[in-house]
């Protein structure tokens, strides 16, 4: 059997199975030292009471003759797809049809397999930092040409750092795609409406599809940064948006997250003929995917009453004050943060102008904080480390305390 030389020529493992070998070999050695873990981002509340309550009812109603359901329809059931449009959409004068909303398992899921939808030599365009998954998919799709001094040769990065503020500059070649995460991660931070019409309008001039990773919006904080790229006028007719009930509901065990797509964004074929993206998502998920378990998409609709509505509220609002600690702790250093505030990520510049690793390595030995070393994403997080807001308030503020006193030592 030939294998894909794509996957076998991959750089390194994927990044955070990279920092859990370094934990477990540094722990391995260090037996019972009181690590603090703000480096992956998962959440560590439980979920929300009446959520919890929904999940187990219908695993319940599961049992029962009248209750029970075999396969469901493959871009999810319509009371799932219905209360995401009236409460994720309408309100922001946003119109969807039930069959542009595809329920999966996970936004990684999504935004790694919509390139799918893509020719063999599509060009594509991420932001540098950024989430590693929508560069690896295409790389083990062999979209990217060769990987050589930490670069693919065949992809776009738009730089995102502290000096342009975190403001992609566009392209000037022509792209088939653009990946685009906001709030970001793992830098935190986000774009304002002008801001986003800028690349929308740019997308449509030029034919891009946008990839619009929506999964950290419950964290947006004000009404002037959109919380879905269908704000901006004309993005129906150029992008797709992942979304995920992982970071707004605590649903990353639990797994349910959706996908739009409008059906006015459309791709070419080799005859230049369009063709509608929706379409070709909904042929390819036919044949791939059986749809998430019942359960999961009632406790995934369950998030839309009033009352799990007030439990996620306050859910994030935990986090957002565990980002306000570290926020405050690192304002006014040399760390510069930045993110926090629309986002559970706190972006820093490493002291000294260590690299990313070799503070992270710094922080593990000296004070047992674990982070995300920025180069982990790219480039363009060189000397950059990302700590998350998904802890406890107690356990953030202590791992605040410690880096602060581990850097007064350099
Ligand atoms: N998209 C981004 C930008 C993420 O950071 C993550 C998880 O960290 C995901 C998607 C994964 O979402 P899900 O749990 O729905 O697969």
Redesign the pocket.
């Known amino acids: 059997m030939q294998v894909n030389p794509y996957i076998a020529q991959m750089p390194a493992g994927y990044l955070f199975s990279e920092i859990a070998a370094r934990v477990s070999d540094y722990e391995g050695k260090n037996p019972g030292k009181s690590l603090i873990r703000m480096g992956i ?2 959440v560590t509340r439980p979920l929300s009471p009446s959520i919890a309550k929904a999940f187990s009812q219908a695993a319940l109603d599961m049992g029962t003759e009248a209750g029970f359901k075999g396969y469901g329809p493959d871009g999810g059931y319509l009371f799932l797809r219905e209360a995401i449009i009236r409460n994720d959409y309408q309100p922001r004068g946003i119109h969807l049809d039930p069959d542009e909303v595809f329920v999966s ?5 999504d ?1 790694s397999s919509i390139q799918e939808l893509f020719s063999d030599d599509a060009l594509i365009a991420v932001t540098d930092p950024v ?1 590693p ?1 929508y560069v690896d998919s295409n790389a083990m799709a062999g979209r990217l040409g060769v990987y050589e001094n930490g670069r693919w040769s065949r992809l776009v990065t738009l730089k995102v750092t502290h000096d342009n503020h975190f403001v992609p500059q566009l392209p000037r070649e022509r792209v088939d795609a653009l990946y685009l ?1 906001l709030p970001n ?1 793992p830098t935190g931070t986000v774009l304002n409406r002008a801001q986003l019409k800028t690349i929308v309008d740019w997308a449509r001039e030029n034919e891009t599809l946008i990839i619009y ?1 929506a ?2 919006k419950a964290f947006i904080s004000n009404d002037e940064i959109p919380s879905s790229i269908y704000e901006v006028e004309g993005a129906k007719e150029v992008a797709v948006e ?1 979304c ?4 707004t509901a605590g ?2 065990g639990t ?3 959706y996908t739009v797509i409008p059906k006015e964004v459309k791709g070419r074929m080799p005859n230049g003929e369009k063709v509608s993206l929706n379409a070709l998502w909904k042929r390819r998920t036919g044949s791939k995917f059986n749809g998430v378990s019942y359960p999961v998409q009632v406790a995934a609709a369950a998030t839309y009453t009033e009352e799990g509505k007030k439990e996620i509220r306050e859910t994030i609002d935990y986090y957002r004050a565990n980002a306000r600690v570290l926020l405050d702790a690192f304002s006014g250093t040399e760390c510069d943060p930045v993110g926090g505030v629309h986002a559970p990520y706190v972006w820093l510049k490493t002291p000294k102008g260590m690299s990313g690793w070799d503070f992270f390595d710094f922080l593990l030995k000296t004070v047992q904080v674990v982070g995300t070393p920025g180069e982990g994403f790219g480039e363009g997080g060189n000397n950059c480390f990302r700590l998350t807001a998904f802890s406890t308030l107690e356990k953030t503020k202590e791992a605040a305390q410690r880096v602060k006193d581990a850097m007064s030592r350099l």
Do not use: Q
Not at 105 to 109: C, E, L, T
Not at 244 to 247: D, I, N, P, R, T
């Open positions: 981002g998962d398992d996970g936004a990684k899921s935004s989430y998954v995460c991660n990773d999964a950290y992942c995920s009930f992982s970071k649903f990353t797994r349910c997250a």
